[in-house]
């Protein structure tokens, strides 16, 4: 029974971990695109715009290469990615708490006794 338990405890934690990857990720991946679809880049060529609107790394090195002063939608690239992050902490910190709620009350509902997990 012992090796049941951990080992499905294991797997929840690993499932667990790549599911919020997953959700957190593609939530704050989401938000940046959302925010870049406005941008202006009408300079650009097509590889440079979809990198720019791919990711920041991609926005930051784009702007790097060109010269003269910083385009505007590098402001708009740090701000959509800031944006996508906030909401991904706020989104894991709402399901944190109400996975703690959930726990609680299942806990309570078990009725466990402290004299029965004690070993003998």
Request: aromatic share 6%.
């Amino acid at each position: 029974r012992s090796g049941s338990a951990s080992a499905i405890s294991e797997t929840s934690a690993e499932f667990g971990g790549a599911l919020g990857v997953a959700i957190l990720g593609s939530m704050a991946t989401l938000v940046y695109r959302t925010a870049m679809s406005g941008a202006d880049l009408s300079g650009l060529d097509a590889a440079q715009a979809t990198a720019v609107s791919s990711t920041l790394a991609g926005a930051v090195e784009t702007a790097q290469s060109m010269t003269g002063a910083p385009p505007a939608w590098l402001e708009t690239a740090k701000s959509g990615f800031s944006l996508g992050f906030a909401a991904s902490c706020v989104l894991a910190t709402a399901m944190l708490l109400l996975l703690a709620f959930f726990s609680r009350r299942v806990y309570a509902a078990a009725h466990i006794n402290k004299d029965s997990l004690t070993s003998h």
